[in-house]
């Protein structure tokens, strides 16, 4: 028996995927245990992408649904609009506020992960400097390379043209700087003017770009010209908070001292989802001083669900009872020898890692160009032999796996990649 679905007797439209194209290589997932999935055949796969960056705490952990089914038996769902609240989505946000270590910080709940989170701090961004009487200020700076999600914000801010240029503009004052150039931050905000510039966006490892860490002193040369131009910093934390880079944030771990986090995935490993904006004490005063006038009129439905804050914060307590984020740590080091190899393949031109339980494995230029198709046949290679991995940006294979990996299911992914390279690259 295949273990494929058809696609013409599937009404489900598959995100990113060629349609056409899809019959035959679609995999049914039905259960996962650890660091593993299984497909409707039982046939299981390692994988190295923690779904998409996120089921941190790995598959099939029971005390997560068990935190679900409590919560939904007392009440599953109410909303959080003007007057009320609930006891997980207060507990949630005062633990976050902890973790991110930003005391008087406040946090904006969003329910459907990354992109909901990064449209709510565009906004914030823009809705604060008005509030504190500075309307001007509307542009928000981000990268090439940066992944910010799909929505409009995240995807006019996106420095992915594959990803974006269909679509753009979509969100009017942005502007775009080269990934790893503080200088070139610096002349934007000159350029657009130093009035004018609300924000800029930063992922402090570019995940879906391709995993770039950041160059030596750039997050810190960035965060600098940002104070100094009083320009709101905004750590994208999508993938690398709770945990990914052996913090609870990145930005703890580079010393950023944001004024907004953006974050989600690894708040509920997504058992369920949910993300949340982290908005500094400062940027959070104007609207929570007494007697304000100012209102963040934003919100959505699901917004501080309650049944989805239940299951994260049984998920923090489960990355702090395990001490995950001490074993990201220690595997990182592990990760990048166990890849590093692969540097010498002919088909390889960079393995990028060292910073968590983050690994990319570009594929050279020339060997793209005489065969575009070589990425996701080696995608396809590396599933043959029971690793789930996929192509970033087009040119590098992602490795970004559960906090509970092992040493040897770390190996079998390094190897799975040295087999699937050869074979699919044989005769280079
Ligand atoms: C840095 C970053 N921001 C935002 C997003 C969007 O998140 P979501 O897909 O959960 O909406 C992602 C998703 O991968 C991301 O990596």
């Avoid at 259960?31 to 796969?45: K, L």
């Avoid at 973790?99 to 989170?117: I, N, R």
């Avoid at 209102?295 to 989805?308: C, L």
């Amino acid at each position: 028996m295949s273990n494929s679905q058809s696609a013409d007797t599937s009404a489900f439209w598959n995100p990113f995927a060629n349609m056409s194209t899809l019959a035959g290589n679609a995999v049914t997932i039905v259960r996962g245990e650890g660091c593993t999935v299984f497909d409707a055949q039982g046939r299981g796969y390692l994988d190295a992408l923690a779904s998409l960056w996120y089921c941190n705490v790995g598959y099939g952990r029971t005390e997560l649904a068990e935190a679900a089914a409590a919560q939904m038996r007392e009440i599953a769902g109410f909303q959080t609009f003007e007057y009320y609240t609930n006891e997980p989505a207060e507990a949630l946000c005062g633990r976050i506020v902890d973790l991110a270590s930003m005391s008087g910080a406040k946090v904006f709940l969003t329910p459907g992960g990354g992109s909901d989170a990064v449209d709510t701090a565009g906004k914030l961004a823009r809705a604060y400097w008005r509030a504190v009487g500075e309307p001007d200020r509307q542009v928000i700076i981000s990268r090439t390379h940066a992944y910010h999600g799909m929505n409009a914000y995240g995807t006019s801010l996106g420095g992915i043209p594959l990803l974006t240029e269909a679509y753009t503009p979509l969100v009017s004052q942005v502007e775009q700087v080269p990934w790893d150039d503080p200088n070139a931050l610096e002349k934007s905000i000159e350029l657009v003017g130093e009035g004018r510039v609300a924000a800029f966006f930063c992922e402090p490892v570019i995940g879906a770009g391709g995993v770039y860490p950041p160059p030596d002193g750039y997050l810190e040369q960035v965060r600098q010209i940002c104070r100094r131009r009083n320009v709101l910093f905004v750590a994208d934390e999508v993938i690398t908070g709770y945990g990914r880079t052996g913090e609870w944030f990145a930005s703890g771990r580079f010393g950023l001292d944001p004024d907004l986090i953006t974050s989600a995935k690894g708040l509920s490993s997504g058992y369920l989802p949910i993300g949340a904006v982290i908005a500094s004490e400062r940027v959070a005063e104007p609207f929570w001083r007494a007697g304000s006038t100012q209102v963040f009129r934003h919100g959505y439905t699901y917004s501080g669900h309650p049944a989805a804050a239940a299951v994260a914060l049984a998920n923090l307590d489960l990355i702090e009872r395990e001490r995950l984020i001490d074993r990201v740590r220690a595997l990182e080091p592990l990760l990048a020898r166990a890849m590093a190899p692969l540097a010498g393949h002919p088909a390889v031109s960079e393995v990028r890692s060292g910073t968590g339980l983050l690994a990319a494995v570009e594929i050279a230029e020339d060997v793209r160009a005489a065969d575009p198709s070589v990425g996701q046949r080696l995608v396809l290679a590396i599933r043959e032999r029971g690793v789930l991995t996929r192509l970033l940006r087009a040119i590098a294979l992602q490795v970004s796996p559960p906090f509970v990996i092992t040493e040897q299911e770390i190996a079998r992914i390094a190897e799975a990649f040295a087999g699937a390279l050869d074979e699919v690259t044989a005769g280079r």
